[in-house]
């Protein structure tokens, strides 16, 4: 029996778009990366792991965590509302809604840096409301958090309204007839069906806040520097194999990530089949 | 199956495609046509210069564009680029095409020429005064009023002051302020900085040494934010309001006061004694030959020295070379501060990269605990 | 199978308490308000602060032209390489069935998954001077980091999975059947290609080379790290941070801020205009087919 790579088809093109596919690639992704592994391997294992664990990285690796992980915490909860509000009820003003979710995706993160930073720095509109209270938004590691928070959020809510949009009313129609208050139905049926949206929502949150630079510079503290800014400073610096070896360990974070996603999209393609 | 109508096979076109990306994205990269100094065409240059400098080139370009058009009938359009000495240096030697260097420190430009030979190794000495046509020094600026009484540099190490300096890695005015602050405490322990040089003089030497490096040390244990550049420590201080004291140029200090809008809450604690800071200029033969612009690049420089390059400079803050023709009132406003040089407190620039700011250096140590 | 869309009547039993639903609406306004557009008006607040006549002042300055005509350069050499790159690929997934077309989408994906930083420094670690090919560009004059080559490069990189995503999914649900359809009736591969696809695919495509200029005019993290420090090789977004840093007054980083925000709008509006066409699109084609 042949082993084929592809099956027999009618179709022209293969061969040409493969190529193009292919060649494109390797110029573009895999070389360059391979350089980025070849370049951190230039440093001894020894000094890699130094690099890598200096309390100053470590304090970076925390921060960048932390804020990414609660900022996608937020966006999932306001995610499901907000997707919740645009699939299910109808109000003035939801088409414009709507769109706007997306701003964050094509907003440029400089801009939206900018914007963030004036807005909550102490003379800004909402931080001179702040500064009495005692909180500082702007340059500290809060501040971080509001800008991941906003970039996250078309994340969570896109991924959940095609979700939402494709249950089954007849469910919840059944649980209601059993008897079930709407907050039941909610807990019990809902939200189990919707679930694995909801986490690849906030896993893709958690995935881009992790690598986000743009909106993040502006408003970080420069002593508090979340790792895209700590890659920065050491270009800045041209230590260019500790970079290296820092991108290295935040690859394999977000490649941990992006293995989970796919995980979640399996495990619910099994369980809805 | 196939009508017949392709004569080219699909492989064939997979290589094609990519070759002609490559032509067209290589296109992109080609060096700017070199252009004619001799025409009246218009000639741009590239000065690639440190952080503080922006405003004093922005108004100098101009004035030497005029003076250029005046004695040639060639405009000419000078191209900025400003950032942390050691970074801008880094980025010159990395490809970025300068026509003329104006960095923060002689070390720096002396990289450039070490690690590329873009600049030939006897530079310094084409151009008066070790090619630094101005001079500057460092000082502190500080809150209006003064609130937390800083007034010399052992202040700095009080209990409860928080210090902005930038990152010695990348800046030139951070290594200023690092020297101004160890000169500071040799002076103090030896009282007189020539027995430096005194053979016999050898153990209190030792000693003073060993307590400019605590001192230093302890200076960067209140410091917490490094900006990669003097501007950027600048902003961190005025406009963000952090820290208690800057460590800064002194012309940077001016400027803060006279044209920032916040500069009217801070004002300027001038130490007792400081270090004379040099910045240098350089051609950037290499490029400039590359790119046709010698002699405009050349003139570009020379003009620093002018009376007028000199008034543009006092009237920026920095300190002239030539006072004859610079306006009085630009000259007295710098104060008068005992200063002291990098070659007679730590031997030149060479050895002091080497010991203090290179990898594992005195600043890399005082890192660790 | 019922579906629940917004306009629908809703059934008593599945819909919550009237006050709930006010309270939802209102969570969802205040904070899509407060997230989403009070940050987009503090552009054009600060941008405007200091009054019509600076706003216009901002944009007689020659570095700011530079970066605009630099920003739609880019713009216009990476969108139109990047959307032959997506239907290429598309094209190979969705129709044929081939190994490894899983790890093929993954390595797609990739730029989704990396840092913009990263994505710029993976070209400094490649053509910088100390880089692999550093001392070859070198002799043959060629630069690529501090010019516009470099910008160029990464901008392709962190803008090419956009096309290439939008239509794999749309492709593949397309399936095969029209294509081979045309074929078996004679038609040639560009003729196949020109009259049963494209016109399936026009509004996916379209979207995806929206959404794929959008990332490439405003793409600052990667851009940074490979450009030099020089009004020359400013696109907008680092236009924008060098007149933010520059000092005294923020308006003009704004001003130029607020065309960026402007061409967000735009690709927001297009988005929708797109959304609702493609959503017509399937509409009549699921109605022709119950006609079956």
Same mark, same amino acid.
């Given at each position: 029996?042949?082993?084929?790579?592809?099956?027999?088809?009618?179709?022209?093109?293969?061969?040409?778009?493969?190529?193009?596919?292919?060649?494109?690639?390797?110029?573009?992704?895999?070389?360059?990366?391979?350089?980025?592994?070849?370049?951190?391997?230039?440093?001894?294992?020894?000094?890699?792991?130094?690099?890598?664990?200096?309390?100053?990285?470590?304090?970076?690796?925390?921060?960048?965590?932390?804020?990414?992980?609660?900022?996608?915490?937020?966006?999932?909860?306001?995610?499901?509302?907000?997707?919740?509000?645009?699939?299910?009820?109808?109000?003035?003003?939801?088409?414009?809604?709507?769109?706007?979710?997306?701003?964050?995706?094509?907003?440029?993160?400089?801009?939206?840096?900018?914007?963030?930073?004036?807005?909550?720095?102490?003379?800004?509109?909402?931080?001179?409301?702040?500064?009495?209270?005692?909180?500082?938004?702007?340059?500290?590691?809060?501040?971080?958090?509001?800008?991941?928070?906003?970039?996250?959020?078309?994340?969570?809510?896109?991924?959940?309204?095609?979700?939402?949009?494709?249950?089954?009313?007849?469910?919840?129609?059944?649980?209601?007839?059993?008897?079930?208050?709407?907050?039941?139905?909610?807990?019990?049926?809902?939200?189990?069906?919707?679930?694995?949206?909801?986490?690849?929502?906030?896993?893709?949150?958690?995935?881009?806040?992790?690598?986000?630079?743009?909106?993040?510079?502006?408003?970080?503290?420069?002593?508090?520097?979340?790792?895209?800014?700590?890659?920065?400073?050491?270009?800045?610096?041209?230590?260019?194999?500790?970079?290296?070896?820092?991108?290295?360990?935040?690859?394999?974070?977000?490649?941990?990530?992006?293995?989970?996603?796919?995980?979640?999209?399996?495990?619910?393609?099994?369980?809805?089949? | 199956?196939?009508?017949?109508?392709?004569?080219?096979?699909?492989?064939?076109?997979?290589?094609?495609?990519?070759?002609?990306?490559?032509?067209?994205?290589?296109?992109?990269?080609?060096?700017?046509?070199?252009?004619?100094?001799?025409?009246?065409?218009?000639?741009?240059?590239?000065?690639?210069?440190?952080?503080?400098?922006?405003?004093?080139?922005?108004?100098?370009?101009?004035?030497?564009?005029?003076?250029?058009?005046?004695?040639?009938?060639?405009?000419?359009?000078?191209?900025?680029?400003?950032?942390?000495?050691?970074?801008?240096?880094?980025?010159?030697?990395?490809?970025?095409?300068?026509?003329?260097?104006?960095?923060?420190?002689?070390?720096?430009?002396?990289?450039?020429?070490?690690?590329?030979?873009?600049?030939?190794?006897?530079?310094?000495?084409?151009?008066?005064?070790?090619?630094?046509?101005?001079?500057?020094?460092?000082?502190?600026?500080?809150?209006?009023?003064?609130?937390?009484?800083?007034?010399?540099?052992?202040?700095?190490?009080?209990?409860?002051?928080?210090?902005?300096?930038?990152?010695?890695?990348?800046?030139?005015?951070?290594?200023?302020?690092?020297?101004?602050?160890?000169?500071?405490?040799?002076?103090?322990?030896?009282?007189?900085?020539?027995?430096?040089?005194?053979?016999?003089?050898?153990?209190?030497?030792?000693?003073?040494? #060993?307590?400019?490096?605590?001192?230093? /040390?302890?200076?960067? %244990?209140?410091? @917490?934010? =490094?900006? +990669?550049?003097?501007?950027? !420590?600048?902003?961190?201080?005025?406009?963000?309001?952090?820290?208690?004291?800057?460590?800064?140029?002194?012309?940077?200090?001016?400027?803060?006061?006279?044209?920032?809008?916040?500069?009217?809450?801070?004002?300027?604690?001038?130490?007792?004694?400081?270090?004379?800071?040099?910045?240098?200029?350089?051609?950037?033969?290499?490029? #400039?030959?590359?790119?046709?612009?010698? /002699?405009?690049?050349? %003139?570009?420089? @020379?003009? =620093?020295? +002018?009376?007028?390059?000199? !008034?543009?400079?006092?009237?920026?803050?920095?300190?002239?070379?030539?006072?004859?023709?610079?306006?009085?009132?630009?000259?007295?406003?710098?104060?008068?501060?005992?200063?002291f040089t990098i070659d007679d407190v730590f031997g030149g620039w060479q050895k002091t990269q080497m010991e203090h700011f290179d990898d594992g250096g005195a600043y890399d140590e005082m890192q660790n605990p | 199978m019922r579906r629940m869309t917004g306009g629908q009547r809703q059934d008593a039993a599945v819909t919550e308490p009237r006050w709930i639903r006010r309270l939802l609406i209102g969570i969802t306004l205040a904070f899509l308000g407060l997230f989403l557009l009070v940050p987009l008006l503090v552009v054009f607040a600060e941008a405007l602060s200091q009054g019509w006549t600076a706003y216009a002042h901002s944009f007689s300055d020659s570095a700011t032209w530079s970066a605009i005509r630099l920003t739609l350069l880019v713009a216009a050499i990476v969108v139109p390489i990047n959307t032959i790159f997506g239907v290429?690929?598309?094209?190979?997934i969705a129709k044929f069935q081939f190994a490894g077309k899983s790890l093929l989408i993954t390595l797609i994906d990739l730029p989704y998954s990396v840092s913009p930083v990263i994505s710029g420094m993976i070209f400094v670690l490649l053509f910088g001077r100390q880089g692999w090919f550093g001392p070859w560009l070198a002799t043959h004059h060629v630069h690529v980091v501090f010019s516009t080559l470099g910008i160029v490069l990464a901008t392709l990189f962190v803008t090419f999975p956009f096309v290439a995503r939008e239509l794999i999914p749309l492709m593949q649900a397309q399936g095969t059947e029209e294509e081979e359809a045309a074929r078996v009736l004679g038609a040639s591969g560009v003729q196949m290609f020109w009259r049963v696809t494209l016109p399936n695919i026009k509004w996916g495509l379209l979207y995806g080379v929206?959404?794929?200029?959008?990332?490439?005019?405003?793409?600052?993290?990667?851009?940074?790290?490979?450009?030099?420090?020089?009004?020359?090789?400013?696109?907008?977004?680092?236009?924008?941070?060098?007149?933010?840093?520059?000092?005294?007054?923020?308006?003009?980083?704004?001003?130029?801020?607020?065309?960026?925000?402007?061409?967000?709008?735009?690709?927001?509006?297009?988005?929708?205009?797109?959304?609702?066409?493609?959503?017509?699109?399937?509409?009549?084609?699921?109605?022709?087919?119950?006609?079956?």
């Amino acid at each position: 029996m042949r082993i084929r790579f592809r099956e027999r088809s009618v179709l022209p093109g293969f061969g040409l778009t493969m190529g193009c596919t292919m060649s494109y690639l390797s110029l573009l992704v895999l070389i360059p990366l391979a350089g980025l592994f070849l370049k951190s391997t230039t440093i001894s294992w020894e000094q890699f792991w130094t690099t890598v664990t200096e309390p100053s990285v470590v304090a970076s690796y925390k921060l960048t965590f932390g804020a990414s992980f609660v900022a996608a915490a937020i966006n999932a909860v306001f995610g499901l509302i907000v997707a919740w509000v645009l699939v299910r009820y109808s109000f003035l003003g939801k088409r414009f809604v709507d769109a706007m979710v997306d701003l964050p995706f094509a907003m440029p993160t400089a801009v939206s840096g900018i914007a963030l930073t004036a807005l909550y720095s102490s003379n800004g509109w909402i931080g001179r409301w702040l500064e009495p209270l005692g909180i500082e938004v702007a340059y500290s590691s809060l501040g971080v958090t509001v800008a991941l928070c906003f970039i996250g959020l078309p994340f969570v809510v896109r991924t959940l309204q095609p979700a939402l949009e494709d249950m089954d009313m007849e469910v919840e129609e059944a649980a209601a007839s059993l008897g079930a208050t709407r907050l039941q139905t909610f807990v019990r049926v809902i939200l189990p069906t919707i679930l694995p949206a909801l986490l690849t929502g906030f896993a893709l949150a958690f995935a881009r806040a992790l690598g986000e630079y743009g909106s993040v510079v502006f408003i970080a503290s420069k002593s508090e520097k979340v790792v895209p800014m700590l890659i920065y400073t050491k270009l800045e610096q041209y230590r260019y194999a500790e970079a290296a070896a820092i991108a290295v360990v935040t690859l394999a974070a977000s490649f941990a990530v992006l293995l989970f996603i796919n995980l979640l999209q399996w495990w619910s393609r099994r369980y809805a089949a | 199956m196939n009508s017949g109508a392709r004569v080219l096979p699909d492989w064939v076109l997979v290589f094609v495609i990519p070759s002609l990306l490559g032509l067209v994205l290589g296109g992109c990269g080609r060096d700017a046509a070199v252009q004619t100094e001799q025409s009246a065409e218009p000639i741009g240059i590239l000065n690639v210069s440190y952080d503080p400098t922006r405003e004093f080139y922005a108004e100098y370009n101009q004035a030497f564009a005029k003076h250029w058009e005046a004695e040639t009938g060639q405009t000419v359009s000078v191209e900025p680029s400003h950032g942390g000495s050691g970074k801008q240096a880094r980025s010159v030697i990395d490809g970025l095409a300068a026509d003329v260097v104006t960095l923060a420190l002689a070390y720096d430009i002396d990289a450039i020429c070490n690690q590329s030979g873009l600049i030939p190794k006897d530079w310094q000495s084409r151009l008066p005064d070790n090619s630094a046509p101005y001079t500057s020094t460092i000082v502190f600026l500080v809150r209006k009023g003064n609130p937390k009484g800083i007034k010399d540099w052992n202040d700095l190490v009080r209990e409860g002051v928080e210090v902005v300096t930038p990152d010695p890695k990348t800046s030139g005015g951070a290594r200023w302020n690092y020297l101004a602050a160890w000169g500071y405490v040799l002076k103090q322990e030896l009282g007189d900085l020539a027995k430096l040089h005194d053979p016999k003089q050898g153990q209190a030497v030792a000693q003073a040494q #060993a307590k400019a490096k605590k001192f230093v /040390k302890e200076l960067y %244990a209140h410091v @917490k934010v =490094l900006d +990669s550049g003097a501007r950027g !420590a600048t902003l961190t201080f005025v406009n963000n309001g952090r820290g208690d004291v800057l460590l800064a140029w002194e012309n940077e200090a001016f400027y803060s006061i006279n044209k920032m809008a916040k500069g009217g809450q801070c004002e300027i604690v001038v130490p007792a004694v400081s270090i004379l800071a040099e910045p240098s200029v350089a051609l950037v033969d290499k490029v #400039a030959d590359e790119h046709g612009t010698r /002699k405009v690049a050349e %003139a570009y420089l @020379k003009y =620093l020295y +002018s009376p007028e390059g000199q !008034a543009i400079a006092a009237k920026h803050f920095y300190r002239p070379r030539y006072t004859k023709s610079v306006p009085e009132k630009y000259v007295e406003q710098f104060p008068k501060i005992e200063l002291f040089t990098i070659d007679d407190v730590f031997g030149g620039w060479q050895k002091t990269q080497m010991e203090h700011f290179d990898d594992g250096g005195a600043y890399d140590e005082m890192q660790n605990p | 199978m019922r579906r629940m869309t917004g306009g629908q009547r809703q059934d008593a039993a599945v819909t919550e308490p009237r006050w709930i639903r006010r309270l939802l609406i209102g969570i969802t306004l205040a904070f899509l308000g407060l997230f989403l557009l009070v940050p987009l008006l503090v552009v054009f607040a600060e941008a405007l602060s200091q009054g019509w006549t600076a706003y216009a002042h901002s944009f007689s300055d020659s570095a700011t032209w530079s970066a605009i005509r630099l920003t739609l350069l880019v713009a216009a050499i990476v969108v139109p390489i990047n959307t032959i790159f997506g239907v290429a690929a598309a094209w190979a997934i969705a129709k044929f069935q081939f190994a490894g077309k899983s790890l093929l989408i993954t390595l797609i994906d990739l730029p989704y998954s990396v840092s913009p930083v990263i994505s710029g420094m993976i070209f400094v670690l490649l053509f910088g001077r100390q880089g692999w090919f550093g001392p070859w560009l070198a002799t043959h004059h060629v630069h690529v980091v501090f010019s516009t080559l470099g910008i160029v490069l990464a901008t392709l990189f962190v803008t090419f999975p956009f096309v290439a995503r939008e239509l794999i999914p749309l492709m593949q649900a397309q399936g095969t059947e029209e294509e081979e359809a045309a074929r078996v009736l004679g038609a040639s591969g560009v003729q196949m290609f020109w009259r049963v696809t494209l016109p399936n695919i026009k509004w996916g495509l379209l979207y995806g080379v929206i959404l794929c200029n959008a990332r490439a005019m405003g793409e600052f993290g990667a851009v940074s790290v490979v450009a030099g420090h020089r009004a020359s090789t400013n696109t907008m977004p680092l236009h924008v941070q060098m007149l933010y840093e520059g000092g005294c007054d923020l308006a003009p980083a704004f001003a130029v801020a607020s065309l960026l925000a402007m061409l967000a709008l735009v690709t927001l509006v297009l988005k929708s205009v797109l959304q609702w066409k493609t959503a017509q699109q399937v509409a009549t084609e699921e109605m022709g087919w119950t006609g079956d």
